[in-house]
């Protein structure tokens, strides 16, 4: 059974950078694609990042561009979003997921059938 388990969330002031963590195990399959993705009280999930670990350039969201860093360590099966310059608005919990099956949309949730528990992301102003 595939498990995905989040670390590294907290709360931050703005201007702050955290990274999250995301470790994966019992795949029955290689290269999954991977992504990070957010939801915030009241809204809708948001993908934030995504990355192929059979190696390809990663996608992120317009919003998190410049800011937010997909990696990936696949001796160690972890997965890694290093957030930098947050803002009150980056406040969510925060999801890491996989698919084997190469994603239309790579942000798209729907795309993804394996879910962590999630870690939440606090930031003040």
């Known amino acids: 059974q595939v498990q995905l388990v989040e670390s590294g969330g907290g709360s931050v002031q703005a201007g702050g950078s955290l990274r999250l963590s995301c470790t994966g195990s019992?795949?029955?399959?290689?290269?999954?694609?991977m992504g990070w993705f957010r939801q915030a009280p009241g809204k809708n999930r948001e993908g934030v990042a995504a990355i192929f670990s059979g190696g390809n350039s990663p996608y992120y969201a317009d919003s998190v561009k410049g800011r937010f860093t997909i990696s990936q360590d696949n001796a160690k099966n972890t997965l890694y979003l290093q957030i930098d310059s947050l803002k009150p608005e980056d406040t969510a919990m925060y999801y890491c997921a996989a698919t084997h099956w190469k994603p239309a949309n790579p942000l798209d949730s729907n795309a993804y059938h394996v879910w962590g528990q999630g870690t939440q992301v606090t930031v003040s102003s």
């Open positions: 019992g795949y029955t399959y290689s290269s999954p694609w």
